[in-house]
């Protein structure tokens, strides 16, 4: 759930909404691509790479960091982990990410049944946020009106 200042404007909110639906259709659109395209050459080939192919012994989960340019998401890294958080500078220069467990010798259709659950969870996070903000926008609306 997004916090909501007191002083945001309606205006502000319905940007905000417009920005969270953005980045669910462009999650969509590579959610799609997961589904129904090839993994070689997707963009969550190098997902899959980590996720398939890393010592499970060193590293426990990989993550793909995603940023949304032009409505269309972007991988522009991922990153394993071995125990720990993520530096919040690498989290604050995305838009969103998808994290999943390394699991060495896993199948392409296992990987495209996990990332798209992942992915999905994302699409429907960002459309509550942005149903929250119009909410919020609508009520603020109906604040002044009265």
Request: proline share 3%.
């Amino acid at each position: 759930m997004t916090e909501h200042s007191a002083d945001e404007s309606p205006a502000e909110l319905r940007e905000e909404a417009a920005e969270h639906e953005e980045l669910a259709d462009a999650l969509e659109e590579l959610l799609e691509e997961l589904r129904d395209g090839e993994l070689k050459g997707s963009r969550l080939e190098g997902l899959f790479d980590e996720v398939s192919s890393s010592n499970p012994n060193i590293w426990n989960i990989v993550s793909a960091f995603i940023d949304v340019e032009d409505g269309e998401a972007v991988v522009t890294d991922e990153s394993k982990l071995a125990q720990g958080s993520w530096a919040p500078e690498i989290v604050e220069g995305c838009d969103t990410m998808i994290t999943l467990d390394i699991e060495y010798g896993m199948m392409p259709d296992e990987f495209k049944y996990i990332a798209g659950k992942k992915l999905s969870q994302r699409i429907e996070e960002f459309r509550e946020q942005a149903a929250e903000a119009r909410n919020k926008a609508d009520e603020l609306e109906a604040d002044t009106d009265n």
